[in-house]
């Protein structure tokens, strides 16, 4: 199983961005798919979760300003940012768990101020 993430850069406050998670060797229907970040000195946070019937959680600090979604036809899984803050700057990575945990690499997102 490979992830890849797409889709950082830098933007200004009150931005948007989308990051797309690339999914290989396996299927999306089948697996639970999440977002999380990791600023600078500080934990991985779970920004946001869809499961492989669709269903979404996301993390109390997105505040309905994320959505989380996938294309099972392209074995991809988005995240459209809008309202990006400061405190949104981080290394965002994609997980896929079914079963086992697997990762990406990880997309940076910078919000300048």
């Known amino acids: 199983v490979q992830l890849v993430e797409s889709g950082g850069g830098l933007v200004q406050t009150g931005g948007s961005l989308r990051l797309s998670c690339s999914v290989s060797?396996?299927?999306?229907?089948?697996?639970?798919m999440r977002w999380y970040r990791q600023a600078p000195g500080k934990e991985r946070d779970l920004v946001a979760e869809?499961?492989?019937?669709?269903?979404?959680t996301y993390g109390e600090f997105v505040k309905g300003r994320f959505t989380v979604s996938k294309d099972s036809a392209k074995n991809t899984v988005y995240l459209q940012m809008s309202g990006l803050r400061s405190e949104d700057t981080a290394v965002y990575y994609c997980?896929?768990?079914?079963?086992?945990?697997?990762w990406g690499k990880g997309t940076q997102v910078t919000v300048s101020s």
């Open positions: 869809i499961t492989g019937a669709g269903a979404t």
């Open positions: 997980n896929l768990y079914a079963g086992l945990d697997y």
């Open positions: 060797g396996t299927i999306l229907r089948v697996a639970i």
